[in-house]
């Protein structure tokens, strides 16, 4: 079972500045099958980049994901106010079941 | 725009039923395999069912087999579990959420997701 840990665990940051987040797997992660997903209280999960670095239908270019076997950065260029949200990495593969890290949460500094 | 709305929920009490709904809209529906999804109080997101697009095939965990059914009715765009046999650990936020990849042998990518509905089981 891949594990996968993301850090930091919180970054604190102001808006119009630049997030870099990290997802760091146990072992090589085939096909790129690496998801980033952001998550807000009361809201529905919402995909961002699947496939390492494709984003998903109506994700603003401003998120950008990179990277490849055990290693891969979610980065958002410019922080905008609706940014500040937890975010988790996600690998998906042909089982059902689901396996994330334990996020990391972008905060207002 | 693609939209899952799920509801049903509410509290039961062991032993109990409930019934969970999720109506889809801007997609077509019949297309894509769904799944339902619970996350309980602090804890992460457990996949719990799945179906595919025609309603032919249908996975269960293991912690829901037997007491849960999936079915969906695509001429209403909509998707069900059916929870029998309710347990205290049931008690989670259910989701509904669609797979974006459908044949065998596809990656399983949940890529629209609705807001949850809440269960809560309870004497």
């Known amino acids: 079972e891949i594990v996968l840990t993301q850090s930091p665990g919180t970054l604190s940051l102001s808006p119009g500045e630049r997030a870099t987040l990290s997802c760091r797997a146990s072992?090589?992660?085939?096909?790129?099958?690496l998801a980033w997903y952001q998550r807000k209280p009361g809201q529905a999960p919402r995909l961002l980049i699947y496939?390492?670095?494709s984003r998903a239908t109506g994700i603003p270019d401003r998120f950008s994901g990179s990277g490849s076997g055990t290693d891969f950065t979610l980065t958002i260029t410019r922080l905008e106010p609706e940014d500040f949200a937890v975010y988790y990495c996600?690998?998906?593969?042909?089982?059902?079941?689901?396996?994330f890290g334990g996020g990391t949460k972008v905060e207002i500094k | 725009e693609v939209q899952l709305v799920e509801s049903g929920g509410g509290l039961a009490q062991p032993g109990g039923s409930l019934r969970l709904s999720c109506a889809a809209s801007?997609?077509?529906?019949?297309?894509?395999?769904m799944n339902w999804v619970r996350q309980a109080p602090g804890t992460g997101l457990e996949w719990v069912s799945y179906?595919?697009?025609?309603?032919?095939?249908?996975y269960y965990a293991d912690s829901v087999k037997g007491r849960f059914t999936i079915s969906r009715d695509n001429a209403e765009n909509s998707l069900y579990l059916q929870m029998n046999s309710l347990r205290d650990e049931d008690t989670a936020l259910y989701y509904c959420?669609?797979?974006?990849?459908?044949?065998?042998?596809?990656?399983?990518?949940?890529?629209?997701w609705g807001q949850g509905t809440l269960v809560t089981v309870s004497s």
């Open positions: 959420a669609r797979d974006r990849f459908s044949g065998y042998g596809s990656p399983r990518l949940r890529d629209y």
């Open positions: 996600q690998h998906y593969g042909s089982s059902l079941t689901l396996t």
């Open positions: 072992q090589t992660i085939s096909n790129n099958y």
């Open positions: 801007g997609f077509t529906f019949s297309s894509y395999g």
């Open positions: 179906i595919s697009g025609n309603g032919n095939t249908i």
């Open positions: 496939g390492a670095s």
